[in-house]
Antibody
């Protein structure tokens, strides 16, 4: 069974940094592209970032470009999101999600809350 | 960026009703259109990919159609567990934008 578990969230002050992790199990992690998607409280879904299975291809939403860095460690079956210069508008539940057929997101983690506030 | 517009934003329906949600893309996305269901406090769940392909394990009362810019999600006979928010998402180009969501409520 596919399992994705996020960790590393919490409360951080504006301008601060946080690193999210996503531990993957139940599938061959090295064969799949991965994504981060977020959801602000009471709002809709926002795609944040994508990384290919090899890590060589990376994309970001304009709202996080230059501040967030996606990475992966295939030896550890883990996906990461380094978030710097955090803003109040980055407050959201962050999900890691597996890329599948036609770039759909077929498996999601349970989500981790990031709160940016002073 | 490709904009995704869902309608309606919310709807009220009864169990066993037929429900249709539409999604329009601001430019052609071929068939790179996915539908997700999200219940409160839970992660989204993939229902339909490639506009009309049913994800494994999803009940057959869910179906999708369309191509190009106009797409539809249909629930043939609404069940109590289907009351949730539904999102479309284009996966044709970066950024992979979502619609604003359609909340399906109990009448």
């Amino acid at each position: 069974e596919v399992h994705l578990v996020e960790s590393g969230g919490g409360l951080v002050q504006p301008g601060g940094s946080l690193r999210l992790s996503c531990a993957a199990s139940g599938f061959t992690f090295t064969s799949y592209n991965m994504n981060w998607v977020r959801q602000a409280p009471g709002k809709g879904l926002e795609w944040v970032s994508y990384i290919s299975s090899s890590g060589r291809t990376i994309y970001y939403a304009d709202s996080v470009k230059g501040r967030f860095t996606i990475s992966r460690d295939n030896a550890k079956n883990s996906l990461y999101l380094q978030m710097n210069t955090l803003r109040a508008e980055d407050t959201a539940v962050y999900y890691c999600a597996r890329d599948r057929n036609w770039n759909s997101l077929d498996n999601w983690g349970q989500g981790i809350l990031v709160t940016v506030s002073s | 960026d490709i904009q995704m517009t869902q309608s309606p934003s919310s709807l009220s329906a009864s169990a066993r009703d037929r429900v249709t949600i539409t999604c329009r893309a601001s430019e052609s996305i071929n068939s790179y259109l996915n539908w997700y269901q999200q219940k409160p406090g839970k992660a989204p769940n993939l229902l339909i990919y490639a506009a009309s392909s049913l994800q494994s394990g999803v009940p057959s009362r869910f179906s999708g159609s369309g191509s190009g810019t106009d797409f539809t999600l249909t629930i043939s006979s609404l069940q109590p567990e289907d009351f949730a928010t539904y999102y479309c998402q284009q996966s044709y180009s970066i950024p992979r934008t979502f619609g604003q969501g359609t909340r399906v409520e109990i009448k």
